[in-house]
């Protein structure tokens, strides 16, 4: 019955027409949004940890194979985003394809993809703000930067351990980012832009002073015998893949700002795909480098781009990667919670979630409450998770959220197929019956499973071993889900009376 609660196109636009937020963004604006939503935790911690413990120098191919799993699903962002230029990104896609259960769960998906991803972004931030404190002459207690739990990797598997330890730069970069959201997105998005421009130059600068220092021996062997099932070798760098997958989240927000375009049909596509493959090239570099100029065994650190500045050998090169690490952190951070805020506003909307989520502030015209609210909940698991098991529940959720856009194009070309799209997926597609097929959408789901796989591997390993923690908190997220719909979401739904969608006025 829920699921043949389906919106319609003009529902969603009028909704979107009607929904209060200003039209300031054009496309260089939105591909600054997608960069800088990217470019952050990934390369600036993850990278070491993928190279250290799964792929070694071979983590330039893992950044290649999850950029792929991201490429096909950008252009089916694309098309979507063209065709539905609304808020909610695959939520709102989902709803009108596929119907109102689908489309929670998406939403649900995306909450660990951007909400928790937030709480990595923001562990990477206090590791470099911390070594910039230290170079400063300040040496902040380990227990007022570390995690209440953390991780360690052994052989038999992921190791957790509790500590009376408080994350305390982490949880406050989370709520400062929070506030200049509150306060409207014409004056975050100046900053994230002059943001964004700073550590890209930053990043340029490190490649460049980089090549220099290079040791070709460190790149021997390129793809390190394999070790366990998934140390190294081939399956390595798959995993490890999926680890750097956690890179790449952030590129679909700009798909969530399509309210706030000043021409979705058109801006979305470009800031979607354009920000994709600029990250990816930063990324190839950046790794290459990484891995040229420190052994990749000593990489797996909280900041391993400031160990290889430090490596290089030019104290003014690391103080200034450690800068803009900490303050290119905060781009990311913006990015992510902005497109959660903007994902819950829609969801508000049309009844699933609480109306404060979608409540107005007078003055800044922003969903201040509900942003005020889910910087809060970041904040407490910023200080309390560590990143390891955070970035692979984010990977996974990621994951699981890109097949599903996938699979929404292939739907709505199916039921739509003369509908108006300024934007169409490459590669061709074909019938068979009366459903459309097209090869960018199944590439984009097949990527999805390879980047899936290892960690849902993992997790099931680490349970049979006697680690449980993070299924544990896999699967309490997943019923909390479930929970919230079955006893509100559904009973407060604009369509569970027959009604359409109520604005955010």
Known sequence: MTEQRRKTVEQVVR?????GLRRTMGPVQLTMLGVGSTIGAGIYVMAGTAAANYAGPAVI????????ACLFTAFSYAELASSMPVAGSAYTYAYVSMGERTAWWVGWLLLLEYGVSCAGVASGFSGYAVSLLHDLGVNVPAALHLPFVSASLTP?????????????????SVLAVTFLLMRGTRESVAVNTAIVLLKSIVLVIF??????????????????????????????????????????????????????????????????????????????????????VVPWQKLDVPDPLALAADAIGSPSLALLVKMAGVIGLCSVLF???????????????????????????????????????????VAIATATL???????????????????????????????PHALRPYGVPLGALW???????????LGILFALVMMLPLVSELLNGLLSGNPVPVFLL??????????YHFYGRSHSRFSGGLAPLSSR
């Open 15 to 19: 909704a979107s027409e009607e929904s």
């Open 61 to 68: 191919l893992s950044f290649v194979i999850a950029g792929l």
């Open 156 to 172: 038999t598997g992921t190791k957790l351990s509790t500590g009376l330890r408080f994350d305390l730069p982490a949880a406050a």
């Open 207 to 292: 490649v460049a002073v980089g090549i220099k220092a290079i040791h070709p021996a460190y790149w021997h062997p390129f793809l390190p015998p394999q070790e366990g099932t998934f140390r190294y070798g081939i399956p390595g760098v798959f995993r490890a893949a999926s680890v750097v997958f956690f890179a790449y989240v952030g590129f679909e927000a700009v798909s969530t700002a399509s309210t706030e375009a000043r021409s979705p049909r058109r801006d979305i596509p470009i800031g979607i795909i354009g920000s994709l493959l600029i990250c990816t090239l930063v990324y190839l570099a950046v790794s290459a480098v990484l891995t040229g």
């Open 335 to 377: 990015g992510l919670l902005y497109g959660q805020s903007r994902i819950f506003f829609a969801m508000a909307q049309d009844g699933l979630l609480p109306p404060l989520f979608n409540r107005l502030h007078p003055r800044f015209h922003t969903p201040a409450t509900g942003s005020l609210l889910l910087g809060v909940l």
């Open 386 to 416: 560590p990143i390891d098991i955070i970035s692979d529940l984010v990977s996974i959720g990621t994951a699981a959220a890109f097949g599903v856009v996938n699979l929404t194009v292939i739907r709505d070309r199916t039921i739509r």
């Open 432 to 442: 068979i019956g009366k459903v459309w097929l097209g090869l960018t959408p199944l």
């Open 475 to 484: 699967g309490t997220y997943f019923a909390c889900g479930a929970g919230l």
